[in-house]
T-cell receptor, first 110, second 110 residues
Framework: DTEVTQTPKHLVMGMTNKKSLKCEQH?????MYWYKQKAKKPPELMFVYSYEKLSINESVPSRFSPECPNSSLLNLHLHALQPEDSALYLC?????????FGPGTRLTVT | LAKTTQPISMDSYEGQEVNITCSHNNIATNDYITWYQQFPSQGPRFIIQ???TKVTNEVASLFIPADRKSSTLSLPRVSLSDTAVYYC???????????FGTGTLLAVQP
């Protein structure tokens, strides 16, 4: 299984809602990542987990809260988001230099 | 982290060879050069990676000169399905922190 899965595929939420994005991989990769991608822009790194510990936080606002419950799962908890947070959120995993990306969650904040 | 520069867009026709060049004058000694492909509303997909000289796999070749200040992705005999954005990235190492550049939109016409 060389796939990274993400749920939900689409999410619409209000600015006062709390929601979570989920990412899963069963390739035994020990590094997992969250990226944010706006339309016609490259992906921007948000967080990196290595061996289930947060190793990189690219100065992301606290309304985004990552969680790595185990080596196969990565969550991104969302609270009090702004309309400008609307984007494609990509998850990736790696064991070495090649990152495998999921299809992303298209998030719209209203 | 080193910055990369790529052409914003390129046009080609089916069956032609396409070469996309990336400039990275400030590449670090431990940086690998990696190329990803991305279709609209999908996660990026790994194409090829190298450190120096030439690397070839089943889909592409990567040419890296001795000074490593640039690299060229070569796609042989492109088809319509190769229309996508291609990103050149530098990174790797312990954190595997990848920074995406602006990318090159390749449009393949019949």
């Amino acid at each position: 299984d060389t796939e990274v899965t993400q749920t939900p595929k689409h999410l619409v939420m209000g600015m006062t809602n709390k929601k979570s994005l989920k990412c899963e991989q069963h390739m035994g990769h020990r590094a997992m990542y969250w990226y944010k991608q706006k339309a016609k822009k490259p992906p921007e790194l948000m967080f990196v987990y290595s061996y289930e510990k947060l190793s990189i936080n690219e100065s992301v606002p606290s309304r985004f809260s990552p969680e790595c419950p185990n080596s196969s799962l990565l969550n991104l908890h969302l609270h009090a988001l702004q309309p400008e947070d609307s984007a494609l959120y990509l998850c990736a995993s790696s064991q070495g230099d090649e990152q495998y990306f999921g299809p992303g969650t298209r998030l719209t904040v209203t | 982290l080193a910055k990369t520069t790529q052409p914003i867009s390129m046009d080609s026709y089916e069956g032609q060879e396409v070469n996309i060049t990336c400039s990275h004058n400030n590449i670090a000694t431990n940086d690998y050069i990696t190329w990803y492909q991305q279709f609209p509303s999908q996660g990026p997909r790994f194409i090829i990676q190298g450190y120096k000289t030439k690397v070839t796999n089943e889909v592409a070749s990567l040419f890296i000169p001795a000074d490593r200040k640039s690299s060229t992705l070569s796609l042989p005999r492109v088809s319509l399905s190769d229309t996508a954005v291609y990103y050149c990235l530098l990174g790797g190492g312990a954190t595997n922190k990848l920074i995406f550049g602006t990318g090159t939109l390749l449009a393949v016409q019949p």
